[in-house]
């Protein structure tokens, strides 16, 4: 079946520093999406991606979709200790019938 | 605007023992999908209820049913109950049950099994 991996699986960033996180899938994916989750809380829709290579961003956060639409990247510029949380990525496979999270990565920032 | 609201908050159980959560959706929304995400997992999709119907499931056993009333709420029932099950379900609603609409999330139910 479908597998969505996501690399780190924890990173530790000194405030004012980048963060990337990756997402793999084992399939091509006919979307992508980006939730944020805090310590303790729910899972909060960031952003969705559909086409090939499509690029957005959202202030310090840039989202991107592989050309192949089985990967993507979220970038946080200059990290606040407001973006702490677990990012996961989360997609539909071309047949639409498997809507599957990645593990997520675990932001921590230090002041 | 009410969110997602989900009940009750915490619920211990023992094995075998059968459980109910509820969902009530976002305002507008009219599809709820289940979700169980075990600690410092993502969550995994369970099913996805639209028009009073289950539309989409995930690889989860016929102990999982659900269900959703006229007015959008959902209930999910678990059946005999495992040491396994133990973790939060998370209730997920949207407009439509097309592909691509963002899910926003309720706080959860926390369900420990002993």
């Known amino acids: 079946g479908q597998q969505v991996m996501q690399i780190p699986q924890y990173q530790h960033v000194q405030e004012g520093e980048d963060f990337t996180t990756y997402c793999n899938s084992s399939?091509?994916?006919?979307?992508i999406q980006w939730y944020k989750q805090r310590p303790g809380g729910h899972p909060v829709f960031l952003i969705q991606l559909v086409k090939s290579g499509e690029v957005k961003k959202q202030k310090r956060l840039t989202f991107q979709f592989g050309e192949a639409k089985k990967n993507s990247s979220l970038h946080i510029t200059a990290t606040q200790t407001t973006d702490v949380g677990t990012y996961f990525c989360?997609?539909?496979?071309?047949?639409?019938?498997?809507?599957?999270f990645g593990p997520g990565t675990r932001l921590s920032v230090l002041p | 605007d009410a969110g997602v609201t989900q009940s009750p908050t915490h619920l211990i159980k023992t094995r075998g023992q059968q459980v109910t959560l509820r969902c009530s959706p976002k305002?507008?929304?009219?599809?709820v999908s289940w979700y169980q995400q075990a600690l410092g997992q993502g969550p995994q999709f369970i099913f996805q209820?639209?028009?009073?119907?289950?539309?989409q499931r995930g690889n989860f056993p016929d102990r999982f049913s659900g269900h959703q009333f006229p007015n959008y709420s959902s209930e999910l029932n678990v059946n005999a109950l495992l040491l396994g099950d133990s973790a939060l379900y998370l209730c997920?609603?949207?407009?439509?049950?097309?592909?691509?609409?963002?899910?926003?999330f309720g706080d959860g139910t926390r369900l420990s099994i002993l």
């Open positions: 997920a609603s949207s407009f439509s049950d097309s592909l691509g609409e963002p899910q926003h």
């Open positions: 305002s507008g929304h009219d599809t």
């Open positions: 399939t091509t994916l006919s979307n």
């Open positions: 209820y639209y028009e009073e119907e289950e539309r």
């Open positions: 989360a997609g539909h496979d071309n047949y639409g019938q498997n809507f599957v």
